[in-house]
């Protein structure tokens, strides 16, 4: 599996997205700075690009490198690797070639600002951690779409539909359910509702520690509140590395009845 | 060297395999044909593990195909497409290869037969179709394995990387290798081909050589005797 991650990352690595990417993201974290001229602010601005931007790309790339890798996977197919390992292996590449990506695309600019010397390296720190888990989310997720749909355009619309809906559609519904059951105790929904989306649970894990409360929003609250800030940042990411291991191991599985 | 029985395959409705008993023995050329549909593809895919059939045994080299890989370092194979990662060089993929498979592979003799010098240093994404097929063929012959698949071998090569993929063919036959061919270029199989192995919806129709098909059929050259055999069918 590590001789098929290795290639998969160096093949990435060289491609020209990566550098787009990784270009975006180093004028990102340049231009919040000047904006903001202070580092725990851009680190909120930051949070807010970061968990509606990484799952998009994640996604994107998942996809897209599984259907233009697939003539290869055939050849790989036939040599004499176990199944798992090729498409845990391509899997891993891609997400650790998007994380890279963002590691060094955001930790230029915070470096040389002078995040070592400031108090804000941990919620920063934290942030990047948050945006490698939901690199890691939804590359998997995308290849999961991709194994159960031969047709490239059945999977990219199921993948920007599974984004469409963890970014945007998903808070919509939780809002408006909020509303229509006003009259009931919600605690319990809302913080199952918030385990169900990645996208949440990561918000909610940044600003748990950024301990913002006026940002925290009503699921928010409400898990500060159950769960005090030490153990919600535990649950939320424990939440995260299930949210992790669930559709790898479903690549795992798939991958190994599948027909080619 | 393959024994398969009764195996059977369906993707959704559409039932490819219905019960294919073939055995191929050790040594010799054996051409799979058959029209558009008939299995061939799907065939050798399920040899090399790649589709996994719904009942039937197929053993190559007295191992099991089903849930096991080790078998396929016996197995050198050619896919139909040829479609690289973009970004990697010829030589890159030539030594990722070896790499991944962990054996030693002769293929500087192959990249000068088929003068691929020039390439070896340009990625694969701007190759041309046939420089792709040559590095397609290299990287099927320059392992040693006994048993050799290749599918649809002739596309996109010019006379003169054909004629040297013929010589090759027989070079690898007196080595007492196994040597799996589908193809739809006729006289590329009656030049090459020791036995045929004809397929037609889903069965084995037809096992033997070249004389024995003549004279089933009734016909004295090779192409008439296929048509006649795919007519036969049809009336």
Request: hydrophobic share 50%; aromatic share 12%.
């Amino acid at each position: 599996m590590l001789k098929i991650l290795k290639y998969s990352f160096y093949d990435l690595v060289r491609s020209r997205w990566s550098y787009v990417y990784l270009l975006f993201y180093l004028l990102l974290g340049i231009v919040l700075l000047f904006l903001n001229n202070d580092l725990s602010k851009a680190v909120i601005t930051l949070m807010n690009v970061i968990i509606v931007l990484v799952p998009l790309i994640g996604t994107i790339f998942g996809v897209m490198y599984y259907y233009s890798s697939k003539e290869f996977t055939e050849l790989l197919l036939a040599q004499p690797i176990r199944r798992s390992s090729i498409f845990l292996g391509q899997y891993l590449g891609v997400a650790l070639s998007l994380s890279m990506s963002l590691i060094i695309g955001l930790g230029l600019p915070f470096i040389f600002y002078g995040l070592l010397r400031s108090d804000a390296i941990w919620d920063f720190s934290l942030l990047l951690v948050t945006g490698i888990f939901l690199t890691l989310i939804f590359t998997a997720l995308a290849f999961n779409i991709a194994l159960y749909h031969e047709n490239k355009i059945k999977g990219f619309s199921y993948a920007i539909l599974l984004w469409l809906f963890m970014a945007v559609i998903y808070d919509g519904l939780f809002l408006m359910s909020l509303i229509i059951f006003e009259a009931y105790p919600l605690d319990t929904f809302s913080l199952g509702a918030t385990m169900l989306n990645p996208i949440d649970l990561s918000r909610i894990l940044i600003l748990l520690k950024l301990d913002i409360s006026a940002l925290l929003g009503y699921t928010g609250a409400v898990f500060q509140k159950f769960f005090g800030t030490a153990w919600g940042l535990v649950l939320s990411f424990s939440a995260l590395a299930i949210w992790f291991l669930l559709p790898t191991y479903n690549i795992y599985r798939k991958s190994k009845r599948k027909d080619f | 060297m393959i024994a398969i029985k009764d195996l059977h395959k369906r993707f959704g409705k559409n039932q490819v395999l219905k019960g294919i008993d073939l055995d191929i023995g050790k040594g010799g050329i054996f051409a799979v044909l058959g029209p558009n549909g008939s299995g061939k593809t799907t065939l050798i895919k399920c040899i090399l593990g790649m589709v996994i059939p719904n009942s039937g045994d197929i053993l190559v080299d007295n191992s099991a195909v089903r849930n096991n890989w080790k078998y396929r370092r016996q197995i050198d194979y050619l896919p139909q497409i040829a479609n690289f990662p973009g970004n990697l060089t010829v030589a890159e993929l030539i030594r990722m290869i070896k790499n991944l498979r962990g054996q030693q592979g002769n293929d500087a003799p192959l990249v000068e037969a088929f003068h691929l010098e020039p390439f070896l240093d340009k990625r694969l994404g701007n190759l041309s179709g046939g420089t792709k097929q040559k590095v397609n063929l290299v990287l099927a012959f320059m392992f040693n394995s006994p048993l050799i698949i290749l599918d649809e071998p002739t596309a996109g090569l010019d006379p003169v990387a054909m004629l040297y993929l013929k010589e090759l063919i027989h070079k690898e036959r007196e080595k007492g290798k196994t040597i799996l061919i589908t193809s739809h270029i006729m006289g590329f199989v009656e030049e090459v081909a020791e036995e045929i192995v004809f397929l037609l919806e889903g069965r084995v129709y037809f096992k033997g050589n070249i004389a024995a098909l003549m004279e089933k059929t009734q016909q004295n050259d090779f192409q008439h005797a296929i048509a006649t055999l795919l007519k036969e069918n049809n009336a």
